[in-house]
């Protein structure tokens, strides 16, 4: 794959509020043993009733900034991955665009659920190797606790809130981006949904309407049989086998699920990198908070090679493999 592209900072940013397993024990019937035992999930962080996705985005962006005293000024392309906008319109990222005083670039949302931030990482390698852009935002940042329906344990154990974003920027000569895929599953939509306008799918009756609705099994099921897949094409396009690998970033869902991932793809669970524990699943966010994580745990060091792979909804997926180059 052709590449100009370099990923120059990176930020991320989590509401300060936390809700444990235990705080779950007492509004529905579960356990926190359950809760560990079944997801790896330890506690999560739930954003104030006034605190949205486009706040999370921008705290996002200036720990960004504040890490890697970047210049924002003259980024040309704002790319928000959220299934958690504020509005209908406008989107998230023409909002931020606005609070950071950006003048002179794009904005778009990326709704490709949990799948999303690798889908706008390969979107912003596409617009600057292509020349139509020099110097891309790509923020991931969700308020689930907004969607989750908080009498539903078979989903409201799952969520978090969370934001993470990345500057990408025109290199000639050091890019990070090797190779990457990129699909959708969309006749297994009815697995994964929150509706919004329609009131069915695929000419059946949706529940719960304005929550996440999950046939847990189903999501499970398919993401082992299709992640694998997807980390070997991805591999195959590029010159690295899976004995390469330094760093394997999923989309943090399940602690089991992607231990079994690693299982079938001979992957070490140690070269996983997760979210999970102290964030829960947020969606788009999960791959850029466990590289942030990573990166303050002194694990991850420039020129290692990190294989993200973004999974959910859609069921959509999308993989970026990357040299670390910051
Ligand atoms: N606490 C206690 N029991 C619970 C529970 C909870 N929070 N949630 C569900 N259960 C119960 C179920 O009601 C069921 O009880 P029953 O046997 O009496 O009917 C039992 O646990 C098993 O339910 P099941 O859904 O089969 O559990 P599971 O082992 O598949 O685990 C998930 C459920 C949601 C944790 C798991 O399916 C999962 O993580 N799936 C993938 C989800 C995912 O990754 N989604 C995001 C993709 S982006």
Redesign the pocket.
């Known amino acids: 794959m052709i590449s100009n592209a370099k990923i120059t900072a990176q930020g991320a940013y989590v509401p300060k509020n936390i809700m444990n397993n235990q705080d779950?024990e007492k509004i529905?019937?579960?356990?926190d043993e359950?809760?560990q035992q079944?997801?790896g999930i330890i506690e999560r962080r739930i954003a104030q009733n006034d605190e949205y996705t486009s706040d999370l985005s921008y705290k996002a962006v200036l720990d960004l900034q504040q890490n890697y005293n970047v210049d924002l000024s003259d980024v040309d392309m704002i790319i928000n991955a959220t299934l958690t906008p504020d509005y209908k319109t406008p989107s998230v990222a023409s909002y931020i665009q606005a609070k950071l005083g950006i003048k002179n670039s794009g904005a778009i949302d990326v709704n490709a659920?949990?799948a999303g931030f690798t889908y706008g990482l390969n979107i912003a390698n596409g617009l600057i190797t292509s020349g139509q852009s020099k110097k891309v935002l790509v923020i991931g940042s969700e308020t689930l606790s907004k969607i989750t329906d908080y009498t539903d344990?078979?989903t409201c154990?799952?969520f978090g809130d969370g934001a993470g974003a990345f500057l990408v920027e025109y290199s000639e000569n050091d890019p990070s981006f090797i190779a990457s895929s990129f699909g959708s599953d969309g006749d297994k939509g009815s697995h994964?949904y929150c509706s919004n306008l329609s009131k069915e799918m695929f000419h059946e009756e949706l529940d719960n309407p304005g929550f996440v609705v999950?046939n847990?099994?189903g999501?499970?099921k398919w993401?082992v049989g299709t992640v694998p897949k997807i980390i070997q094409d991805t591999l195959n396009k590029s010159k690295y086998t899976i004995d390469d690998l330094d760093w394997f970033v999923p989309?943090s869902?399940?602690s089991r699920?992607i231990e079994s991932i690693c299982d079938k793809s001979n992957i070490q669970k140690e070269q996983a990198l997760m979210s999970l524990a102290y964030y829960g699943?947020t969606?788009s966010a999960t791959i850029p908070l466990s590289i942030n994580r990573a990166i303050s745990e002194n694990k991850i060091k420039k020129g290692d090679l990190l294989l993200l792979v973004g999974?959910?909804?859609g069921l959509t997926y999308s993989s970026s493999l990357i040299k670390w180059s910051i």
């Open positions: 779950f529905v019937d579960t356990s359950w809760i079944r997801t659920a949990c344990r078979n154990i799952l994964l999950q847990g099994r999501v499970y993401a989309h869902a399940n699920m699943n969606s999974f959910g909804g």
